[in-house]
């Protein structure tokens, strides 16, 4: 909605040079000065009448900020109203929310421009229809000039004027705050010069600008956005929000979660924005607020120092001055400003540094934190529900007391049935609170049951208003009976007015419970410190002091100065000092990890006892951090198949219980007219309809699809957060639902099994070449490979001819011997790498290869016996072989060796105890493997298995529809991961093979392989438990509620003990959900059997 509203008056004041320009004729007429300033005041009153009767959201419009007379120097203009374009955040004004303000400085606004608008306006207007492009080939041009000496309207409507009257040009716009004109003309009438010339001639300076692309204001492919939905009580509504979302030109995806209230669209922004998203969940009756994108133009920040109006006009004209910015909305009611700007000409800190420097130092501003937001969002949604649940409490108190105790207190009841006009004291009393209750407080069921009637859906809130209407009005038409025949039958405004206190207790403990399953996320926010320490620096990189930061305010290559017991603000490298980082709450490694010079650090870890100076390399979403929250997001955002039985019984459930209701009513009304039962049965001055329907209401309002809705998304949300504080990132429900089923667990060797830090153990030269010799021609050839055991042999090279101490600073030994090594080293031609067997190169000329059998052997080199034997040895040894030849001549073998990390033995025994079968592949050579799988009781490995075989390996195993497991922590392990059901990848691995995973192991540990899939079952265990218990609790109570049982037990739910037994019926599955979070990771002496003495 857009409003259009009188701005303050525009006050000029200008100076001229004594010899004005022609057409400036008000300097010596005291008479048009006398009537400018009659007129002056006349417009002052207008604009206090104006502002005493407007609604608030009129008066926070922009105002400029020069209030001075008009009159100066014997020179003044007219003042005149203008239109601004008024617009709400978003694109919209709420009318419930008088007290926010945001003005669309980029939209297109009627004679007064606050900003360049204009850039945008042939792309984005209707009327037009014009590109720039389109209006050049149709033989007009457009172009931009600065006009510097506007001060006001009146200013901008005298250039506009000056330009229009030049003959030849099509439009002219100014934007005053920008002191920018933009003029469309012919070229073959008028000039760039006469566009120029026409503007001094009124009085101001003009420049022409050179012409410039807009393509930085476009957006390139497509976002992510965030939005929180209110509104959503069960899996219908969430359907029929999802169906809406994807329904939306421009919406490529759109996936709506119930226990977050959060919605996840990815749109293309060139043909939606997030401003018709929002309106389009709103169309549909539901609320809608827009949290995050993945853009990065957006900044929401928290204003102190804004206290009354004159402030809040101070910090708008700041803004609209400020060079970069494109759009800001201000909310006076929470103090929070929303700046789109342009990241090529403004940066967050640049912007927030502007604000507080033009303001001198009167705002202070500081970055709202996205989640920070969702959290209060969700606290203030229960203090909502808390509100209308003791408000409803409140009244329908003393209607439980007319109703079951005041009958038995002879005073009390004796007021309640005197007789005040048709009725007694005790029925206008009820008639009354219920109608606030059933209207006021209750008004939220007819709203929800409406939208989701609308939307063709049905949901819980539907069942509870056909309830408690159904009770209501049956209630007034027996009084009004009453009134009229004198046959009093007995109303049940209770039973409204207790229903709907029960439900809204019932939502207000729900949304408590819910509040709890996002508690992961919550901790894993509040690790990021809120300010950081920046170390300031001059042109020739010297400290010249500190200055504290808001933590959201860092930018790329900052050196940030860590404090001992702070916690490091963002991922960075140390360049200065020493110290212990506490990374447990990220890794989940207990023991305290040493970061030195040239160490890499995580945001949100704790520095102990040194002082860090860190440079920032990865800020803002880059970070480990966001990355895991993130991922956290995304998995709690996502459906576990499972999921569609409770989306497929949402469909049809309220429409099944509000048929089962009708026949309930049917049923006893005509049997009981029948007289297929006594009517000592019936209620006291109660007939056979007034029995039947009490009967329908209990069924109606009994039965809750909610509990299904909740089973699995709350238990997801639980598990992954679990996962996440005990080092398992789980990436959505489908994943965990998968791991649960798993059978077998296939395990890369090096770097999963293995420690991955491969060592040299054995260097045996096979003819009468030097070592060193040796060494040197080995080290030269490996020295370009990436491999880990490349490394390990290059390692081995430096410490054998430098003679380095291992235990030393290897930042300064490497510093002191690079250059000498690089010196050592022959110079190498045509260096390649081939997968899966070893490196290639030229060396003087001559052929040098080092690697497997299969290397040399492919290449036409034959393997002597005795270097054969001697291989066979180290294989047998757990040791891997490699094989070094030198023009075509096999010239000696070295043994590296790589440890079998710790804890892989006793994983893989625990994996057989669950009933998993391990397997082990590997692109080593065949006695190795088996040596290693001998070491930790793996009985069926794959041996010389290429990196793409590893993939074809996997699907072996799926051939019978086994679900297989991947666990592996290189590049060549991605293929076989994204192939595999469920990819485990070790958090210390590449980032390829991090992407390609389902599941993320923080930890270089093979014990989380136990946990995620321990895990996993237990998740599913409680997911099977709320499904069986919401249907069994819908089964059993229903049948009771409709008083199956009544003609042997005489049993009969009152419909506001069946409202109870719903709202408590949903509160028992989250709890139960809630449960997950007492998760322990299993004990491998547990799992193993073992007795520990």
Not at 79 to 89: A, M, R
Not at 457 to 483: E, I, P
Not at 1001 to 1027: C, G, H, P, Q, W
Request: hydrophobic letters at 45%; glycine letters at 8%; proline letters at 4%.
């Amino acid at each position: 909605m857009t409003l259009s509203t009188p701005t303050s008056l525009f006050y000029c004041q200008r100076d001229f040079p004594t010899s004005t320009k022609p057409g400036f004729l008000y300097k010596d007429s005291i008479f048009q000065s006398l009537c400018i300033h009659l007129l002056s005041q006349t417009f002052s009153l207008i604009r206090h009448i104006l502002i005493y009767i407007s609604p608030p959201e009129y008066l926070y419009i922009y105002r400029t900020y020069i209030h001075s007379c008009l009159v100066v120097r014997g020179f003044a203009m007219a003042p005149t109203f203008k239109d601004l374009q008024l617009t709400g955040v978003g694109g919209r004004v709420s009318g419930g929310d008088r007290d926010s303000l945001a003005i669309d400085v980029g939209g297109d606004l009627e004679d007064v421009r606050l900003l360049d608008s204009y850039e945008d306006g042939y792309d984005n207007s209707d009327d037009s229809g014009k590109s720039r492009q389109g209006l050049e080939e149709g033989g007009t041009k457009r172009i931009q000039v600065k006009v510097t000496g506007m001060t006001c309207a009146a200013c901008s409507n005298s250039v506009e004027g000056a330009l229009m009257s030049l003959n030849g040009v099509i439009s002219a716009s100014v934007a005053l705050l920008q002191h920018k004109a933009d003029v469309v003309f012919d070229p073959n009438l008028v000039k760039e010069d006469d566009v120029k010339n026409a503007i001094e001639d009124a009085g101001f300076e003009a420049e022409i600008l050179q012409e410039k692309t807009s393509s930085r204001t476009k957006p390139q492919g497509t976002l992510v956005g965030q939005f929180t939905i209110g509104g959503m009580t069960c899996a219908a509504c969430v359907n029929s929000v999802e169906g809406i979302l994807r329904k939306l030109p421009g919406v490529k995806r759109a996936i709506v979660a119930l226990p977050t209230s959060l919605g996840e669209v990815e749109y293309d922004p060139l043909i939606i924005s997030k401003e018709e998203i929002v309106t389009a969940i709103e169309d549909a009756g539901f609320e809608a607020t827009f949290v995050q994108s993945s853009e990065q133009d957006k900044i929401i920040l928290g204003v102190v120092g804004v206290s009354n109006e004159l402030d809040a006009q101070t910090l708008e004209a700041i803004l609209c001055n400020l060079k970069g910015v494109r759009q800001f909305g201000f909310n006076r009611a929470s103090r929070e400003l929303d700046v789109l700007f342009d990241t090529e000409i403004l940066g967050p800190r640049s912007l927030v540094d502007a604000l507080v420097t033009e303001s001198s130092g009167r705002f202070q501003m500081h970055v709202k934190n996205p989640y920070t937001r969702m959290v209060s969002q969700d606290q203030e949604e229960s203090s909502k529900m808390y509100r209308l649940f003791t408000s409803s409490l409140f009244l329908s108190f003393p209607i439980f007391l007319m109703r079951f105790i005041c009958p038995h207190i002879p005073l009390l009841y004796a007021l309640l049935l005197r007789r005040c006009g048709p009725f007694q004291m005790g029925d206008w009393l009820s008639w009354i609170l219920v109608t606030i209750i059933q209207f006021g407080i209750g008004k939220r069921f007819y709203v929800a049951a409406f939208r989701a009637l609308r939307n063709g859906s049905t949901n819980m809130d539907v069942l509870v208003a056909l309830g408690t209407t159904a009770s209501y009005f049956y209630s007034v038409y027996a009084l009004l009976y009453g009134a009229i025949t004198g046959f009093w039958s007995p109303t049940y405004f209770e039973t409204s007015a207790m229903l709907i206190t029960f439900v809204l207790l019932g939502k207000y403990l729900e949304s408590l419970a819910k509040g709890k399953t996002s508690d992961a996320i919550k901790k894993l926010v509040e690790l990021v410190p809120a300010t950081a320490l920046l170390i300031v620096k001059d042109k020739g990189g010297k400290n010249v002091g500190e200055r504290e930061i808001d933590a959201l305010l860092i930018q790329p290559g900052d050196v940030l100065k860590v404090l001992p017991g702070t916690k490091v603000p963002v991922d960075g490298i140390v360049e200065w000092g020493s110290s212990h980082v506490n990374e447990s709450m990220v890794t989940g490694e207990s023991a305290p990890v040493l970061k030195e010079v040239d160490s890499l650090v995580i945001g949100g870890t704790i520095n102990f006892h040194g002082v860090l100076h860190v440079r920032a390399t990865k800020i803002g979403s880059d970070t480990v951090l966001s990355q895991i929250i993130s991922l956290v997001e995304t998995a709690q955002m996502s459906k576990a198949p499972i999921q569609k039985f409770a989306d497929y019984v949402a469909s049809i459930f309220v429409p099944m219980v509000i048929a089962l209701s009708f026949m309930t009513l049917l049923g006893w009304y005509v049997s009981g007219s029948l007289g297929a039962y006594p009517d000592e049965w019936l209620p006291e001055n109660g007939n056979h309809f007034v029995f039947a329907l009490m009967f329908s209401i209990s069924v109606v309002v009994i039965a809750c699809p909610c509990a299904l809705g909740l089973a699995t998304p709350t238990a997801v949300m639980v598990a992954t957060g679990v996962g996440a504080n005990n080092g398992v990132l789980i990436k959505g429900g489908d994943a965990l639902e998968r791991a649960q089923k798993v059978k077998y667990v296939i395990f890369d060797k090096t770097g999963t099994l293995t420690q991955g830090k491969a060592t040299v153990t054995t260097v045996k030269v096979f003819t009468e070449m030097d070592r060193g010799d040796f060494l040197r021609f080995l080290a030269s050839a490996e020295a370009s490979s990436e491999h880990p055991l490349g490394k390990a042999i290059l390692e081995y090279a430096r410490h054998f001819q430098f003679f380095e101490d291992p235990n030393a600073n290897k930042d300064s030994q490497h510093h002191n011997n690079d250059s000498a090594m690089s010196e050592w080293l022959l110079d190498v031609l045509d260096f390649s790498a081939i997968p899966g067997r070893g490196v290639g190169c030229y060396i003087d000329g001559k052929q040098v290869l080092v690697g497997n059998r299969s290397l040399l052997t492919e290449n036409g080199i034959t393997i002597p016996t005795d270097v054969e034997d001697f291989v066979v040895d180290l294989e047998e040894n757990a040791k891997t072989g490699i094989l070094v030849a030198y023009d075509m001549q096999l010239i000696g073998v070295v043994g590296v060796a790589d440890p079998l990390k710790r804890e892989a033995a006793v994983v893989v025994e625990g994996l057989k105890k669950m009933g998993i079968r391990p397997i082990m592949v590997t692109g080593d050579n065949w006695r190795t493997a088996k040596a290693v799988a001998k070491e930790v009781d793996i009985d069926d490995i794959r041996a010389e298995v290429m990196p793409a075989g590893k993939a074809d390996v996997i699907r072996s195993f799926q051939k019978d529809g086994s679900i297989v497991a991947m666990v592996g922590d290189g590049i060549n392990d991605s293929p076989a991961l994204a192939a595999a059901d469920v990819g485990i990848a070790i958090g210390a691995g590449t980032d390829i093979a991090i992407e390609a995973a389902d599941y993320v192991l923080m930890r270089n540990s093979l014990e989380d392989v136990i946990t995620a899939i321990d895990l996993s079952r237990k998740t599913f265990t409680r997911i099977r438990l709320n499904y069986v218990f919401a249907m069994a609790y819908n089964v059993i109570s229903i049948p009771i509620a409709a008083g199956v049982l009544f003609p042997w037990t005489k049993i009969k739910l009152p419909p506001w003990v069946a409202g109870a037994c719903m709202a408590l019926s949903s509160i028992s599955v989250v709890c139960s959900s809630l449960l997950l979070r007492r998760y322990k990771k299993p004990r491998l002496t547990t799992i193993l059997e073992i007795t520990v003495e």
